[in-house]
């Protein structure tokens, strides 16, 4: 298994407060990548890196920022939480170097804002 | 728009017969397609892919078939056992640049009923 590990695994947190996810891996792949999932959306992206300090927008970046600081580590920051960003959360990494171009998920992060 | 659909949000399936989970897609550049399984409370692995040079690959119980002019692609499991019963999501990776994505289907939820 791609070492991923992602923290914490589960948080409650109230509306308007800030919250961090973190996402360490020990792979040393260039692209890393946040998801959420939702009953009904399947996987969506959030946003995602390919190298240190670069990073980009996916499908449903709104309310959420990123930082990668090194290779190992990827955070998405919630500025002010809404009960809309209730989901699991997932990081992903890949080296992209070739087809399938297969993505490595950690085990995955349960946020509920209440 | 979504680009790659799973119209079909469930599928129920005694063990030992076929389980067949579809895919459809609406663009025609996508030239991989993934397949990806999650358990509950995990992150979601890898399964099997295929290139669209190829109209079927297979890995011992599963198969994935690939119809280009339909824009359809379908994984097929046989037999099918309970240890498959799980979230199935159909991924296409899209290269541009240095963005590197994989954009994922809304997924099929499996049973296998013993």
């Known amino acids: 298994d791609a070492g991923i590990t992602q923290s914490p695994r589960h948080k409650v947190t109230e509306t308007g407060t800030p919250v961090t996810l973190r996402c360490h891996q020990t792979e040393n792949h260039r692209y890393m990548y946040w998801y959420r999932q939702d009953p009904g959306h399947g996987l969506r992206l959030i946003h995602y890196s390919y190298g240190v300090k670069d990073t980009d927008k996916g499908e449903v970046s709104d309310g959420y920022s990123v930082s990668r600081s090194k290779t190992e580590d990827f955070l998405l920051t919630l500025e002010s939480a809404t009960s809309s960003q209730t989901s699991v959360y997932f990081c992903?990494?890949?080296?992209?170097?070739?087809?399938?171009?297969?993505?490595?998920f950690g085990p995955g992060t349960r946020l509920t804002v209440t | 728009d979504q680009q790659v659909k799973q119209n079909s949000p469930s599928l129920s399936v005694q063990e030992g017969r076929i389980s067949i989970l579809n895919c459809d897609y609406t663009?025609?550049?996508?030239?991989?397609f993934l397949w990806y399984k999650k358990y509950p409370a995990e992150g979601p692995t890898f399964l099997i892919s295929?290139?669209?040079?190829?109209d079927k690959n297979e890995d011992g119980r599963f198969t994935v078939f690939l119809n280009k002019s339909a824009k359809h692609l379908s994984l097929h499991i046989v037999p099918s056992q309970p240890g498959d019963s799980a979230v199935y999501f159909c991924a296409a990776p899209t290269v541009s640049g240095s963005a590197r994505q994989l954009t994922f289907g809304s997924g099929t939820q499996l049973t296998v009923l013993p």
């Open positions: 992903a990494i890949s080296d992209f170097r070739g087809a399938p171009y297969e993505q490595y």
């Open positions: 663009n025609s550049m996508f030239d991989y």
């Open positions: 295929i290139s669209s040079i190829k």
